[in-house]
């Protein structure tokens, strides 16, 4: 199996930053993108970035500027460092990877368990 752990949510201030982390494991041959989406309360679950493991990135166009999504190859990992947080920027972030278990096989797509990010005075 394949986990996805993040880490690194939580209360910020408008203005403020908040850093997370994700981590994936498991039976792991090949990693082609990582990203990370969010979902606000009602709403559905959206991209905010991400970074592909040549290092292309992409953005949703409400955090340009402000969000920088990073990748580490040989530790699995993604982060997605966010700056100058706004209220609507709050959500359960979700951190996604696409996968490839074996060698010749399918990718897919694992989900981790999300980390809550308010943005609140």
């Known amino acids: 199996q394949v986990q996805l752990v993040e880490s690194g949510g939580g209360l910020v201030q408008p203005g403020g930053s908040l850093r997370l982390s994700c981590a994936a494991s498991?039976?792991?041959?090949?990693?082609?993108?990582m990203g990370w989406y969010r979902q606000a309360p009602g709403k559905e679950r959206d991209l905010v970035a991400v970074?592909?493991?040549?290092?292309?990135?992409n953005y949703v166009d409400s955090v340009k500027g402000r969000f920088t999504i990073s990748g580490d190859n040989a530790k699995n990992t993604v982060y997605l460092q966010m700056n100058s947080l706004k209220p609507e920027d709050a959500a359960v972030y979700y951190c996604?990877?696409?996968?490839?278990?074996?060698?010749?096989?399918?990718?897919?797509?694992?989900w981790g368990q999300g980390t809550k990010v308010t943005v609140s005075s």
């Open positions: 498991g039976s792991i041959f090949s990693i082609n993108a």
């Open positions: 970074i592909t493991r040549s290092g292309t990135t």
């Open positions: 996604n990877a696409v996968v490839r278990r074996w060698t010749g096989t399918p990718e897919y797509n694992y």
